[in-house]
């Protein structure tokens, strides 16, 4: 898979987390540099760990799929990006703008927003062992990516605390950049050029 389009699902993948960041900053007002490495890391770390299980994942049960890999890729990808967009569109409808009122960086609050907003990046991971595609490079890159973004949305939480619709743009950004991938993947042959190159994929 070219670097681009990792890339751009690394952002994707991680707009739920940027939106959690920026409710955070509005709930923290002003974040210490405790919160930055706390959120980032976890939120960072939950992205990487999410996309290797779902290869293992994956992989268990690839050799019983095969004859349908693609489809499955390609739902899987549609059902992630439809829900970010579902999820955008309600957001902006409702104008919703839900600032934690407890202390999002630390604890078990901490541990449960790192897991939730990396369970899309579970069947990303699901995805790239049906499409025969090693993981450990991109779940490195979509974890680095995630911590970056994290840290971005912090900060604009506590300078742009007001403006909560950005929350749902974000969102729907990301939703958009999902299903533009999944086209990409619709669109990729099934070459003899393509299977030999994803022959004998290892982690």
């Known amino acids: 898979m070219p670097l681009y389009t990792v890339l751009l699902l690394a952002v994707a993948l991680s707009m739920d987390a940027f939106a959690v960041a920026v409710a955070s900053g509005c709930a923290l007002r002003a974040p210490d540099p405790r919160h930055y490495v706390r959120l980032s ?61 407890t202390d999002p960086a630390a604890g078990r609050n901490l541990w449960i927003l790192g897991v939730a907003t990396s369970l899309d990046a579970l069947a990303v991971g699901l995805s790239f062992a049906l499409l025969q595609t090693p993981i450990w490079g991109p779940a490195a890159l979509i974890g680095v990516v995630c911590a970056l973004i994290t840290a971005c949305g912090l900060y604009l939480g506590k300078s742009l605390a007001r403006l909560c619709a950005l929350n749902g743009w974000a969102e729907l950004l990301g939703g958009l950049t999902l299903l533009a991938i999944d086209g990409v993947f619709w669109r990729t042959p099934d070459t003899p050029e393509n299977e030999i190159g994803r022959a004998h994929v290892s982690p």
């Open 41 to 101: 890391a976890c939120f960072g770390f939950f992205q990487f760990l999410m996309p290797v299980l779902g290869w293992y994942l994956g992989l268990s049960v690839r050799e019983y799929m095969e004859a349908w890999d693609h489809w499955i890729a390609f739902a899987l990808l549609a059902w992630v990006g439809g829900n970010m967009l579902r999820s955008a569109l309600k957001s902006l409808k409702d104008r919703e703008c839900s600032c934690p009122a």
